[in-house]
C-alpha cells in the first residue's frame, strides 16, 4: 500500500516505528542546541524570528548518525532502500516554527508575504527562485523529503501541507517542456511560467492537506509534490521550543532523468 500511495497521493505516513522514537530521542538535545545558539540563530531566523530554517545544520553522517548514536532505522528505511538502493542521507535541516509565523519583516516583498501567508508559501523542492526576477531553474534535484517530528504536533500550529496527486501535474507540465531537450541542458532551462501555470492547476485541481505526526512517525513526500507549511496563527497556543521537524532531502546522484521520471 506504501508505494501504490505515495505513487497516487505523493506522500505517505509511517506509523510509530520504536526506531525512529530512539533516534528522534538520540538526536533531540543537539538539534535542540543548535536551534538555540546564538551564531546559528544569527545565521538561520527569517520571517520576524518565526522560522529557523536550519538547512543541512545537523551533524548527521550518511546513515543517519549523529557522534556515535544510532543510524536512522525503521519501515520507511527499508522502504526507501527498496526504491533508491542503499541509504546515503544528507545533513539534515532542523526547521523550527515560532508563533506567529510568517512575520513580516519586511526582508521578503509584500507579495511573497502574502503568498507564504496565504498559500503557505507552496513550492516544489528543487526549482528554487533565483535572482531578482526569481526565474526557476532545476537546482538540487531531491530523491524525496523525509520528515521527522522531534516534539508534539497541533494540527493548527504550522503544519506541513501536501496538495495531493499534484506531483503528476508538476511532473506532466515539466516532460512537456523537457522531453525534447537533451537532459545536458536542462539545468539551464528557466521553467518559470510552466512552473507557476502548474502550480495555480495543483491549487485549482487537489486537495490541500495538513500532515499531522508525532514523535516516532514520519513521512515522506514525493519529490515532484506541491507543498509548504502552514501560519502558526498567534491564537494557537506555543509549543515549547517550537516546533521542530528534522528534514532529510538525501540528492543522490542527482540524474535528473531518475528526478523527472523516476520509477514512481
Ligand atoms: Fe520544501
Known sequence: ???????ERGWIKFDHDPNILDWVHYI??????IAEDPEQKALWLRHGDTWFVGVNSLPNDPTGS???GPQLKGAVVDFLIKLHGSIALDRAQISVIYPGYPAFDGTESEVAHRYRKNCCGAHVDGLRPEGLNRRRFIHEPHQYVLGLPTVGSNVHASPM????????????AFKSVLDDIPVAQ??????TEIYHEARRKCFDQCKQI???AKPGECYLLHRLALHGIAPWPEAVA???HGRMVIYFRPEGDGNLINWLNGSY
Open 210 to 212: 495538513s500532515i499531522s
Open 238 to 240: 506555543p509549543i515549547d
Open 1 to 7: 500500500m506504501g508505494l501504490v500511495s505515495l505513487s
Open 161 to 172: 501541507v501536501v496538495w495531493e496527486g499534484s506531483h503528476h501535474i508538476i511532473r506532466a
Open 66 to 68: 549523529v557522534a556515535e
Open 186 to 191: 536542462w539545468n539551464s532551462i528557466d521553467l
Open 28 to 33: 533531540q538535545p543537539t538539534a535542540a542546541g
